[in-house]
């Protein structure tokens, strides 16, 4: 069974950097979709970047631009979320998701069938 899991997360005061990582495992495709999502209590959950590890269809959202970047280590089966400059409205539970292909546009959770468990994210002012 397709398994992803988060790791990464935790507390860091505005203006810091945090390194998420998501490994793939049990996903036996050369490449696919994979993206970050994050999730603030009551809100919805939100597309945060986007790749497809065979090199196109990359996406960041405009939130988010200039300061998170995504890096790929596609023998590993690993997608990072490197976030630097982090602000207080960065604060969410972020998870990693997967699909077999992207859509042609920003993502959406319901374009993904497989999740990991997410890992929290506070940015503290």
């Known amino acids: 069974e397709v398994q992803l899991v988060e790791s990464g997360g935790g507390s860091v005061q505005a203006g810091g950097s945090l390194r998420l990582a998501c490994v793939v495992s049990q996903y036996h495709r050369d490449d696919f979709c994979m993206g970050w999502f994050r999730q603030a209590p009551g809100q919805e959950r939100e597309g945060v970047a986007r790749?497809?590890?065979?090199?196109?269809?990359?996406y960041t959202a405009d939130s988010v631009k200039g300061r998170f970047t995504t890096a790929l280590d596609h023998a590993k089966k690993t997608l990072y979320l490197q976030m630097t400059s982090l602000k207080p409205e960065d604060t969410a539970m972020y998870y990693c998701?997967?699909?077999?292909?992207?859509?042609?546009?920003?993502?959406?959770?319901?374009?993904?069938?497989?999740w990991g468990q997410g890992t929290q994210v506070i940015v503290s002012s």
């Open positions: 790749i497809w590890t065979g090199g196109t269809a990359n």
């Open positions: 998701a997967a699909h077999a292909y992207c859509h042609g546009r920003p993502p959406l959770a319901r374009d993904f069938d497989y």
